[in-house]
């Protein structure tokens, strides 16, 4: 008995990690029920009609292979750059007290290279759309 409560009580025993295993085990057999379960029981009346590519209601124009512009790729890049940026504001947000001087000219230099980051961009026309 005094075995099964030290393995049940060690932080890192590999028991400790058997409700993460049943969680997952539960999840994946879900959704791998709900797949074979939606396939043998769905319809499966193919019509023309209903083997034509749908967008919404949107009249299909064009190709989709069309080439995007490498302007849009670069906004996005760059929100999420920025957007991470502002992620790391809780945890000093969260700590300002326990980090005192120290940790705000951390930040301060932190948002310091960012602003000088988005100078930069900015200088060089990366967020001006048009040509």
Do not use: C
Not at 22 to 42: E, N, W
Not at 57 to 86: C, M, T, W
Not at 119 to 127: F, M, W
């Amino acid at each position: 008995m005094l075995i099964a409560t030290e393995l049940l009580s060690a932080n890192n025993a590999p028991i400790s990690y058997l409700p993460i295993l049943l969680q997952l085990v539960a999840a994946v057999g879900f959704v791998g029920l709900t797949m074979l379960g939606t396939h043998f029981l769905g319809p499966k009346r193919k019509t023309s009609d209903k083997l034509v590519n749908f967008e919404s209601g949107i009249e299909q124009h064009g190709n989709a292979r069309r080439p995007v512009a490498i302007k849009y790729f670069l906004v996005a890049i760059l929100f999420v750059l920025f957007d991470v940026e502002v992620i790391f504001f809780y945890p000093y947000a969260v700590n300002f007290r326990e980090l005192g001087w120290e940790g705000f000219l951390a930040v301060v230099m932190f948002v310091a290279f960012f602003v000088l980051g988005f100078i930069y961009i900015v200088k060089k026309g990366a967020l001006q759309w048009e040509d």
